[in-house]
């Protein structure tokens, strides 16, 4: 299919440079491989399989943007993977589809969707698909949970209270008129937030990394080395040697020399 075989047929792993392709999706190009499938003795005599199988392999950033245009399938097969047992297309049924095309000339594939199931509260589910609670159970899905950081962008103030599974962080606060930013730690994000800050009373946008749960009880220190890092960058209340970096001053009041 796709003559597949005549360009990939010897093709073992990612490393080879011949397994390198491009994927087009919804106007933007996604660096892809393509190789082929290894199977068991054990899995031939089964199946009798005479010709190859192939493997698309494709960029996070793709994994990402397909989650969010089929984020209802997406949800579903968390679902399956934690139901560990029975047929969820049964249980949870509808149909999403994506068609996929190869142009061989150009070593091309080309993804479009259709047949999408549009979630019932579309807001939440976008912010779902973002989400530090929804990373965490699909890394434990896949074997993949221990010591990662879940790292946020930046947001508005007026969003904190949709922050889902924001425990156990590293925040960051500005003040983009008083050109003021803030480091500080919380157990539980939304309710650190919805405290006042008298350092930084007026802050509105804020950003945050969700730690791993061995460093829960490091927390404060992590804080306070981040900002002695940022002390060096940012004009500071301790008089630590700083680099003017942005303009903006650092608003925390205890800084370790």
């Given at each position: 299919m796709w003559n597949l075989q005549?360009?990939?047929?010897d093709v073992n792993s990612k490393d080879d440079p011949r397994s390198s392709t491009w994927v087009?999706?919804?106007g933007n190009k996604y660096q892809a491989w393509v190789t082929v499938v290894k199977y068991s003795a054990a899995t031939l005599a089964k199946y009798g399989r005479k010709v190859p199988t192939f493997r698309l392999w494709y960029d996070a950033a793709l994994v990402l943007e397909l989650k969010r245009t089929f984020l209802m399938s997406y949800m579903r097969a968390l679902e399956g993977d934690l139901e560990k047992g029975g047929d969820v297309e049964k249980t949870i049924p509808f149909w999403e589809f994506l068609d996929i095309e190869f142009d061989e000339t150009t070593r091309l594939f080309r993804f479009v969707s259709y047949y999408i199931q549009h979630p019932s509260f579309p807001h939440l589910f976008s912010r779902l698909i973002e989400s530090p609670a929804i990373h965490k159970v699909d890394d434990e899905i896949e074997g993949k949970a221990g010591r990662k950081i879940y790292k946020q962008d930046w947001k508005d103030r007026g969003e904190v209270e949709f922050e889902i599974g924001a425990k156990n962080v590293i925040y960051t606060l500005i003040d983009t008129k008083s050109k003021l930013i803030y480091i500080g730690e919380a157990a539980d994000l939304v309710k650190r937030l919805m405290q006042p800050h008298s350092s930084i009373p007026n802050?509105?946008?804020?950003?945050?990394?969700v730690l791993p749960d061995a460093l829960a009880?490091?927390?404060?220190?992590v804080e306070r080395m981040i900002i002695r890092d940022f002390a060096g960058l940012?004009?500071?209340?301790k008089g630590c040697n700083w680099h003017d970096c942005s303009g903006f001053n650092l608003a925390n009041d205890k800084v370790d020399k």
């Open positions: 005549n360009i990939f047929g087009k999706y919804s802050w509105d946008r804020f950003r945050y990394d009880t490091f927390r404060v220190e940012f004009r500071n209340k």
